[in-house]
């Protein structure tokens, strides 16, 4: 190989790989309106504050394995709020994340037919906070996410908590991968 050739190529083999079998995304929590497009948003400020933080990350790099792992700080103290991965994206509209992500997409949407929508097909995290906002949650499945089809991590409002019905979905985290 001639050395011109071996600089150029240089470059190239510094890159990291195109995709790394491990994503973390960090947030703070903010307004849907805010004037950037947040990668976290608040629905409810009282459950999930503004400011308050994320932290998400996918591990793909076993062999037909999933694991998430969220933590969380400055939410609403001694709350258990549900959490999906969901299909679509974050947006000003709750609703805009769209269904449930399924390892088996369920042909009728909303997916309400138990063999389809149960843990062994969604990934789904039981988070519950502490006295001070601090929480997290971890869970793994045997299958592995389709590239760019989970979009979102959404928690639901869970407990009741005044205003705001057990399914309502009260924060959104935007997913990189």
Partial sequence: MTAPLAAALLPLALLAPATSPVSVTEAAFD???AFVPP???SYASDLVPYG???RIVTDRSLPGRTVL???VSGLAPD???P???HTGDCGVDPASSGPHYQNVVDPVQPSTDPAYANEGNELRLALRTDRQGVGSAATAVAWQLRPGEA???VLHA???AGRHAVGDRVACVRLDG
């Fill in 52 to 54: 308050s933080h994320a």
């Fill in 31 to 33: 307004p849907a309106t």
């Fill in 79 to 81: 709350h258990e709020f």
């Fill in 158 to 160: 869970g407990t009741p």
């Fill in 69 to 71: 792992t969220l933590t």
């Fill in 39 to 41: 990668t976290a948003i």
């Fill in 151 to 153: 979009r979102s991590l």
């Fill in 83 to 85: 959490a999906h991965l």
